[in-house]
C-alpha cells in the first residue's frame, strides 16, 4: 500500500467487508476501458467498476456539459424550475418505457428505491406489502435493505417494520423449486400470484429484470410477462429496479424493453450520469404522478434534482445516439457471449455461462454437482473464497472484474473494442486454471 491508500484505509470504511482484509489500490487516473495505478500500473475494467461507468472514463462530451452547468448555476433548492432539469427530463422521455412520464431524482439507486417504496405504499394505501426476492440487491439503507434478498439484509434486521415478502427467483441454474424450465411450467411466476392473494395488502412487486449483483440471472422468456399480468390483475404496482440495467447494458435502453414490459414504476442511477455525478431516477407512470396531484407528495432531499447531476443526463443520452452504442453492444455482446461459451469448454470449474448484451456471469464449481466455492453464509461470515483470490490474481494480471462468491459479473464499458475482449479473454483463461485444480471429479 502506498502512502495515500494508508490514510484512506486507517479513516476512511472500506464498504461490505472486514476493515482488515481491505488493500486498496490507489487509483490515479482512467481512460476509455482502462484505469491506472499510482505506480502507472494498467487494467482493464472487466465489469465497469460497480456496473456502472457504461461510456468507459474520460468522455469528453459529459465532461464538458458537467463543466457548462458548473459556471452556469451550481445549485438551486429542487422548489425551483431550471433548464437543466427541464433539459434532462425531455431526454429521459425519448428513452425510458412509454408509461414512465414523470421522475423524482436523488443521488443514487439506494435512494430511488426508498422513493419507489414510499410512492408505492401512498398510491396503494392502506396496502402497504411489497414483494422482492431472495436472491436481488436493492440498495443499503434500511427501507432497500429490507427490500434485497441476499446476505447483506442479515446485518441489517430487523427490518422494517411490516411488509416485504419474499418470493424464490428464476435461478434456473440453481433452481429453488428443484424444478427444470420448462417442464415447470413456470412455477416461481406463477406463485406470485399466491403470494398476493394470500398476503391481501400488496401495494407492489420490485424485481432487477436481470438479477445484477447476485449473478446476472436472465429469466426464462415468459417470466416477466407472466409477472407483470399477475401484478395488472391483482392491482398491484409492478417496480423494475434498472439500476444495474438500464443504460444499454442489454443491448436495450433499458432491459423491461427486451419482454415489452411497462412498469409502474422505474427506478435506475448509476449510469444515467456515465457515473461522472451520482444520480437516482425513480420514474413513475401518468397515473401514479396524477394521484399526487390532490395528495401530498411527502418526500425530498437537499440533493434531489441537483443542477451538476442533471447536467450529465442529455450528454450521456447523446453520446449513445452519437456512437450508436446500443447496436455496439448487441455486435460486441454477440462477441464477448462466443468467448466466454469458449472458456466454459476449456475450464471444468465453469459451471455456467450466461447473459444477455454486454452483461455475463461466469459461474464458478467446485464439482459435478455444480456445489458453488463460497455461498452467501461465507459471505456473511467475512470468509475469502477461491473465487475472490482469483479476482485478485485477475487483477495483479492487469483485469479488474467485480465478484460474488462463486462468479464473476462479466460487463465492461459499452464501448470495448474486440481486441480489449479478446486482451481479457486470455488473462481469464490463465487465472481460471487455478480453480480447475480445486475441481474433484
Ligand atoms: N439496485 C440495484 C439493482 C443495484 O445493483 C444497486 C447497486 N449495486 C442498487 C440498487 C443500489 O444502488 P446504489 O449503490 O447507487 O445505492
Same mark, same amino acid.
Given at each position: ?194 403470494? /398476493?392473494? +394470500? #398476503?391481501?395488502? *400488496?401495494?407492489? $412487486?420490485?424485481? =432487477?429484470?436481470? !438479477? @445484477? ?16 399480468? /399477475?401484478? +395488472? #390483475?391483482?392491482? *398491484?404496482?409492478? $417496480?423494475?429496479? =434498472?439500476?444495474? !440495467? @438500464? ?32 444520480? @437516482? ?161
Amino acid at each position: 500500500m502506498d502512502d495515500i491508500a494508508k490514510v484512506v484505509k486507517e479513516h476512511t470504511f472500506g464498504t461490505w467487508r472486514k476493515q482488515r482484509d481491505w488493500n486498496p489500490i490507489t487509483v490515479t487516473k482512467a481512460e476509455g476501458v482502462y484505469f491506472y495505478d499510482s505506480q502507472g500500473k494498467r487494467y482493464l475494467d472487466l465489469s465497469s467498476q460497480l456496473v456502472n461507468v457504461n461510456l468507459g472514463y474520460g468522455n469528453k462530451r459529459v465532461i464538458e456539459s458537467i463543466k457548462e452547468q458548473l459556471d452556469k448555476l451550481q445549485y438551486i433548492s429542487p422548489a425551483f424550475a431550471t433548464e437543466v432539469r427541464m433539459k434532462a427530463v425531455k431526454s429521459l422521455l425519448k428513452v425510458m418505457p412509454r408509461s414512465i412520464t414523470k421522475f423524482f431524482f436523488s443521488t443514487s439507486g439506494t435512494e430511488a428505491n426508498e422513493a419507489a417504496i414510499k410512492i408505492a405504499r401512498l398510491v396503494k394505501n392502506p396496502k402497504y406489502k411489497i414483494i422482492a426476492r431472495y436472491r436481488s440487491y436493492h440498495g443499503s439503507t434500511y427501507g432497500s435493505i429490507s427490500l434485497t434478498g441476499d446476505y447483506r439484509r442479515w446485518f441489517a434486521e430487523p427490518h422494517i417494520p411490516g411488509g416485504v415478502v419474499r418470493i424464490p427467483e428464476p435461478y434456473c441454474f440453481r433452481c429453488p423449486l428443484k424444478l427444470k424450465y420448462p417442464d415447470c411450467n413456470l412455477a416461481c411466476a406463477n406463485y406470485v400470484e399466491y403470494v /398476493i392473494r +394470500n #398476503e391481501h395488502n *400488496v401495494a407492489g $412487486i420490485i424485481l =432487477e429484470p436481470i !438479477t @445484477g449483483t447476485n449473478g446476472v440471472v436472465v429469466p426464462p422468456k415468459e417470466y416477466l410477462p407472466t409477472v407483470r399480468k /399477475i401484478a +395488472n #390483475e391483482n392491482d *398491484v404496482l409492478f $417496480i423494475a429496479d =434498472e439500476v444495474m !440495467t @438500464g443504460w444499454g447494458r442489454t443491448e436495450e435502453w433499458f432491459a423491461v424493453n427486451t419482454w415489452g414490459i411497462e412498469p409502474d414504476i422505474l427506478t435506475t442511477a448509476k449510469s444515467a450520469t456515465a457515473s461522472y455525478v451520482p444520480i @437516482g431516477i425513480t420514474g413513475v407512470s401518468k397515473e401514479i404522478g396524477e394521484f399526487f396531484e390532490d395528495n401530498f407528495f411527502a418526500h425530498g432531499h437537499t440533493f434531489e434534482a441537483h443542477p451538476i447531476s442533471l447536467s450529465a443526463i442529455p450528454a450521456v443520452i447523446e453520446e449513445f445516439e452519437r456512437l450508436d452504442l446500443l447496436s455496439h453492444v448487441k455486435a460486441m455482446g454477440k462477441y464477448l457471449g462466443e468467448r466466454l461459451m469458449e472458456l466454459k469448454e476449456r475450464h471444468k470449474s465453469i459451471g455456467d455461462v450466461r447473459g444477455v448484451g454486454l452483461f455475463w456471469a461466469v459461474e464458478f464449481v467446485k464439482d459435478k454437482n455444480n456445489t458453488p466455492f463460497a455461498t452467501y453464509e461465507d459471505k456473511y461470515k467475512g470468509n475469502t473464497s477461491s473465487v475472490d483470490k482469483v479476482a485478485k490474481k485477475l487483477l495483479d494480471e492487469g483485469v479488474y472484474v467485480f465478484n460474488g462468491p462463486s462468479w464473476f459479473v462479466i460487463s465492461p464499458p459499452l464501448i470495448i473494442k474486440k481486441e480489449e475482449i479478446d486482451e481479457a479473454i486470455d488473462k481469464l483463461d490463465k487465472v481460471i486454471s487455478e480453480l480447475d485444480k480445486e475441481y474433484r471429479e
